[in-house]
């Protein structure tokens, strides 16, 4: 089931050689995909958080995938960290959001925005997976316009207090420790990121969110903070700079979603390819017919032409990456990780679809393996960034940032 993936992995060593300690990682994260087929499905069927992700995940040491080896991780370089999360992404988009939260949004932003002491006491950990990170930006009346936010927070000495709602977090409910982010108190400017801990008091959960279309076994949950004490060392970049902490974790969380579709599309196609050959209509195997190879093949168009959109961005990330400060790299990783994320998730989603389409009336079926595919790929359209958004981001660096919609 795995033939489309080893190509990718074939294909990263021409582009860039792989080392052994790389091999290594690709080995421990296809026995953790191995461990979890079976509980992802189980609990999909369910409709529940799949529990078994972070004990399978912590298990093969698989939490600090990007994180530096200086802090206890693997310290992949972003091809590499992009191919373990296309290879998560067979499993489906739960697993994919789970992980992508924790290395993307969490472990990456506070590695490029933390200080020295806040790295050493919170990535050392969360490699390791003693802590589990989340990243509580969107609210009930800010998603797309983070600039609209309604949690704030006041200064007192040293300290400060942080009340607000925050909502659709993934992995709300189960992460010790969550970047927030919160505009002072009676201000319409100067967002601020903090790294708040779940056992602080005045902060809840108040409802793991189980109503979803899917992503059933991601943990999504709506929090309350009212009045959480946060210490001035848990201040995460600048005060007032917030903004750009959140830009940038979104820019890293956008090449995970991408990465993480390039998988779900390699699964329905492998998923499609059984059943065809396999199934007999009209006396002969449906695989046979030609409406269906059409399909096939649109399928397959769909997952090459995202391929090599989501390897281009990690490859222009590892680039800036080595060239902290450039603006015009930063700005060209921007650019074509907003491309591949529009790109990848739509196509995965058509893809899902199409799949669906091949299985028949059984594609209907939750038990079907494509169709969390269909129901799950339908937030990768809204998440780390919509559709709508995407399309302006990707116009405005044709037309020049005067033409920004939502500047």
Known sequence: METLFARSVEDASRLLKLTEDDRKLFERVEAACDELVLPEFERYVERKFNEK???II?????????????????????????????RFGQL????????????????????????????????????TGEVVLAYALTEPEAGSDPSA???????????????????????????????????????QK?????????????????????????????????????????????VLGEEGKGLSVAYA????????????????????INQVK?????????????GKHQLIQRHIATMVANLESSRWLVYQVALKKEEYDNN?????????????????????????????????????????????????HLLDTRVARIYEGTDEIMELKIASTVLGREFEAYK
């Open 190 to 234: 100067g967002v601020t990121a903090f790294l708040v801990d779940k056992d602080a008091s005045g902060f809840s959960v108040e409802m793991r969110m189980e109503e979803k279309m899917g992503l059933f076994t991601s943990d999504t949950s709506l929090l309350a903070l009212d009045n959480v004490k946060v210490a001035k060392e848990d």
């Open 274 to 286: 059984e059943r065809v050959t396999s199934r007999t209509q009209f006396g002969k195997p449906i």
């Open 324 to 372: 902290r400060g450039n603006l015009e790299m930063r700005t060209e990783v921007d650019r074509v990780s907003a491309v591949a994320k529009y790109v990848s998730s739509r196509a995965a989603y058509n893809t899902a679809d199409a799949a669906v389409q091949c299985f028949g009336g059984f594609g209907y079926s939750i038990l079907s393996p494509v169709t969390k």
């Open 149 to 187: 936010l309604k949690t704030t927070y006041k200064k007192d000495g040293g300290n400060y207090y942080v009340s607000g709602s925050k909502y659709l977090i993934s992995n709300g409910s189960v992460a010790n420790k969550l970047i927030v982010f919160a505009l002072p108190e009676g201000q």
């Open 58 to 86: 912590k298990k093969h040491k698989l939490m600090g995938i990007p994180i530096s080896k200086k802090y206890g991780g693997d310290g992949a370089r972003p091809l590499v960290h992009a191919l373990t999360l296309e």
């Open 92 to 127: 489906g988009l739960g697993v994919i959001t789970y992980v992508d939260v924790h290395q993307a949004l969490g472990s990456l932003t506070i590695q490029e925005w933390g200080n020295e002491e806040q790295k050493q006491r919170y990535l050392t950990k969360a490699a």
């Open 249 to 268: 974790a979104l820019l890293n969380g956008r090449m995970g979603i991408a990465s993480g579709c390039l998988g779900v599309m390699e699964d329905c």
């Open 53 to 55: 992700i972070p004990e």
